[in-house]
């Protein structure tokens, strides 16, 4: 069951084209193909106030991607529906 859930996080949403673990915690998991040694020259940013204004744009996008997809699926379902009157 781990890996299952392991590989539902990683992967992308057709809807937002981000994964879930990416969407909540702005960078994707680790896979066993990502844990070769980096380079010391690349340290992790410590500026607190540059993370939250990239975790608010994120949302932003994430916001804008799904409803820009939920309108494409509402305008689907509609074609073919017709107004009654009455």
């Not at 916001?63 to 017709?82: C, D, L, M, V």
Request: glycine share 4%; net charge positive.
């Amino acid at each position: 069951m781990p890996h299952a859930k392991f590989a539902y996080n990683k992967v992308p949403s057709k809807a937002t084209g981000l994964s879930p673990f990416k969407m909540v915690y702005e960078i994707d998991p680790l896979g066993p193909l990502d844990l070769t040694p980096q380079p010391l020259d690349q340290k992790p940013s410590t500026v607190v106030a540059a993370r939250v204004e990239e975790i608010q744009k994120l949302h932003e996008l994430v916001k804008g991607r799904i409803e820009k997809t939920n309108a494409s699926y509402q305008a689907q379902a509609n074609q073919h529906k017709r107004q009654k009157v009455f």
